[in-house]
């Protein structure tokens, strides 16, 4: 069965959250999906959440290039509190496993040139049962700027849903108000269409740089492909809220880990990168395999996620088992955009390539262009393709075509493709079958 979709970009509304930051989708690695709420130091003190273990990944930002690249954030999640505040109302962190502060740990993360990223929970509580703040959203704030933080995750367990319209802005007020310039990542929308709510997109950009919307990501492909598929839904229009300064966040990269092959490791990438989305790691950086370090540095895949343009991609048609993917890009021709595009294979079941056959009008990439279009990830250059003329790529299972496509002319008179025609998808594992 085919489905295609209207081609439709939206301007990011004009109330949007102007601190200054996030211009582009940041980039950076956290903590939580990799390492958890482990803090046993005495049996794990290599894993646990320390001072120590921020300190390593920081070091390894730099000398194994993700720096250079431009991943600048190093940020933690839940855990690193005490079980209680200090007597003056304070946060404070686990003196065991952070002896010598947030502070010092931020200041030895600017001392190699990156920024500190720290986690708190608009309710009573953190997820994990630490200090939540409820209460103390003014003195978090002040806390947060005095210690040097350059990022801010502000989750959303142990609180009231309905409380979050007042209470995320509220926060976020209070991060304006200390002067330091400080990225707000709101999980504002994730619970409150899980409450059942319909977020208001409108305010949460007005409020936040980054928002997370979806459950969260796990290192296993069912995971992975579930976020793919509520993006390409995009049930609640919340993909046209993106833009710079404001972000949909479907949660961290995982690439590198246990739970990914190699090609859904690149189809992870890639689709994040077309979703214009934050792009966090959260893996060893001690141990991570050279080939998934290559996806996660590789400068071309790495431009287009940083594209200023800042328009994020949509799902535009599906056939068959494969979905396609477009982003509006530079460079601009006589007022008309570049594009990237997945070609996803979503088959699990295939045992070989699809051949994908498309051409750029059935994809709405126009009808009047000339394309040059190569293939990001190995860099192969496909050739020079009209609006009508046939793209043929092979997809493996599970896996992507990552692919740029330039506009290098516009013609005077239009290719027009009729309905669902030119696009097909071709099992070549069944070019001999004569079974039913």
Request: hydrophobic share 35%; net charge negative.
């Given at each position: 069965m085919l489905l295609l979709l209207p081609l439709v970009f939206f301007a990011v509304g004009v109330f949007s959250l102007e601190n200054g930051l996030a211009r582009t989708p940041p980039m950076g690695w956290l903590a939580w999906e990799r390492f958890r709420c482990?803090?046993?130091?005495?049996?794990?003190?290599?894993?646990?959440?320390?001072?120590?273990?921020?300190?390593?990944?920081?070091?390894?930002?730099?000398?194994?290039?993700?720096?250079?690249?431009?991943?600048?954030?190093?940020?933690?999640?839940?855990?690193?509190?005490?079980?209680?505040?200090?007597?003056?109302?304070?946060?404070?962190?686990?003196?065991?496993?952070?002896?010598?502060?947030?502070?010092?740990?931020?200041?030895?993360?600017?001392?190699?040139?990156?920024?500190?990223?720290?986690?708190?929970?608009?309710?009573?509580?953190?997820?994990g049962g630490y200090p939540g703040s409820l209460g103390h959203l003014?003195?978090?704030?002040?806390?947060?700027?005095?210690?040097g933080v350059d990022f801010v995750k502000m989750d959303g367990c142990n609180s009231d849903p309905k409380d979050m319209d007042v209470g995320f802005p509220t926060f976020g007020a209070a991060l304006a108000a200390t002067g330091r310039p400080m990225i707000y990542q709101c999980e504002w929308p994730l619970y409150q269409g899980g409450a059942g709510m319909t977020p208001n997109y409108t305010a949460i950009r007005e409020h936040c740089n980054l928002w997370r919307n979806f459950y969260d990501v796990q290192d296993n492909w069912n995971n992975i492909q579930g976020i793919i598929d509520h993006y390409g839904d995009d049930k609640d229009g919340f993909l046209e809220f993106g833009g710079p300064g404001g972000w949909n966040d479907p949660d961290m990269l995982v690439?590198?880990?246990?739970?990914?092959?190699?090609?859904?490791?690149?189809?992870?990438?890639?689709?994040w990168v077309i979703f214009a989305a934050p792009l966090l790691m959260s893996n060893d950086l001690r141990t991570?395999?050279?080939?998934?370090?290559?996806?996660?540095?590789?400068?071309?895949?790495?431009?287009?996620?940083?594209?200023?343009?800042?328009?994020?991609?949509?799902?535009?048609?599906?056939?068959?088992?494969?979905?396609?993917?477009?982003?509006?890009?530079?460079?601009?021709?006589?007022?008309?955009?570049?594009?990237a595009v997945v070609i996803f294979n979503r088959w699990d079941m295939g045992g070989v390539p699809l051949t994908v056959s498309?051409?750029?009008?059935?994809?709405?990439?126009?009808?009047?262009?000339?394309?040059?279009?190569?293939?990001?990830?190995?860099?192969?250059?496909?050739?020079?393709?009209?609006?009508?003329?046939?793209?043929?790529?092979?997809?493996?299972?599970?896996?992507?075509?990552?692919?740029?496509?330039n506009i290098v002319q516009v013609l005077k008179t239009k290719t027009h493709v009729d309905g669902g025609m030119g696009g097909d998808v071709i099992n070549p594992g069944k070019t001999g079958w004569r079974g039913d």
């Open positions: 482990n803090t046993d130091c005495v049996e794990d003190p290599e894993d646990c959440i320390s001072e120590r273990l921020f300190k390593r990944m920081a070091d390894l930002m730099v000398t194994e290039g993700y720096k250079d690249a431009g991943y600048e954030y190093i940020m933690m999640d839940d855990c690193w509190l005490s079980q209680e505040r200090g007597e003056d109302g304070r946060l404070v962190a686990d003196p065991d496993r952070f002896p010598s502060g947030i502070k010092a740990l931020a200041d030895y993360v600017h001392k190699l040139g990156l920024k500190f990223g720290i986690y708190e929970d608009f309710g009573t509580e953190t997820c003014e003195t978090d704030a002040k806390t947060f700027a005095e210690w690439i590198g880990n246990f739970g990914l092959s190699y090609d859904q490791s690149k189809a992870q990438m890639a689709l991570i395999r050279p080939e998934f370090k290559d996806i996660l540095q590789h400068p071309a895949v790495l431009k287009v996620a940083q594209d200023p343009l800042g328009r994020p991609g949509r799902r535009v048609a599906r056939k068959e088992h494969i979905d396609f993917f477009t982003r509006p890009i530079h460079p601009l021709y006589r007022g008309k955009h570049s594009y498309f051409t750029p009008s059935f994809l709405g990439l126009g009808d009047d262009c000339v394309f040059a279009v190569s293939d990001i990830y190995d860099g192969q250059v496909l050739g020079r393709f009209k609006s009508g003329d046939t793209i043929r790529v092979k997809v493996n299972p599970m896996g992507v075509r990552l692919l740029r496509v």
